[in-house]
């Protein structure tokens, strides 16, 4: 039975920090109120390689700020209804279908990335909705602004009834920035050669990277149908063992593990994914390990 790592021959890269849901420079009022070299200085300062200002419907070009501190990528959040991340693109695509807008970030060589799948509500991105699109490349499993909103900032829920319905999405995390306090509390790992579009974007098509609120990853290696995982602090700190927690279909719990690793003996499940958990709450969400003839 042949998996898929999505994690496998990582080398010659590193590991960058990534936030694609950013708001600022829009003005008093709005979401986007903090004035961008602020914002931009302040992801800076918690040491994030990469940053999307995604306004709501509307283009921010923010090339200047590209320094060898950050790179600095185009992007909108399409808002015209359920909210959506159309990430690599220099234009606010206004187009009334979320099909339409998909189809052209595509075109433009960008990626979609549905947003806050349980704001407000449990379904706010509702099941039907999310299978009747194609083409996205991932949900956020990890938005800590809900929290401060109303709903729940999480929805590994939603992504396990993608996952087991056949559906190859991954999961993001996104800080969805307003104000200052919410920066770094949510984000992207991301294995690329690179700090370039290309290159990163060539990670996110391979599932190489991880949701993040305060952890990194060590490895997750594959061999004999084995799983192997570690997490980490991004910090130097003798705290070395962590939980592990084993996910499958329907979100069903296999296996709850604490140490060093976490090691799992596949047994023909369809996709299994990893959730690991550090003493301070902080969780990392690993892409799922997948047989290659169920999702697509």
Known sequence: MEYVNPYENLTDGKWMKANFHTHAGTGPGTCGANPIDVVVNTYKHLKYDVLCISNHDLFTDTSEYTDDRILMIPGVEYSRSEHMLTIGVDRSLHESVHQTAIDITNEIGGFTVLCHPNWGRKGYWSHDKMMSLQGYKGIEVLNMLIYRLSGSGLAADAWDYLLSNGRLVYGFGNDDFHAIPDAGRSFNVIFAKE?????????????????????YPEYLHLEDNIIRVKARYPIATYVDEFTY????????????????????????????????IGENGAMLYFQPVFQESFLK
């Open 195 to 215: 700090p370039s579009f290309r290159a990163l974007k060539e990670s996110i098509d391979k599932g190489s990277f991880c949701a993040s609120s305060g952890l």
């Open 245 to 276: 927690r084993f996910i499958s279909e329907n979100g069903k719990v296999l296996d709850v593990q604490f140490g060093k690793e976490g090691v799992y003996n596949l047994t023909g499940e369809k996709y299994v994914r990893v959730e690991a």
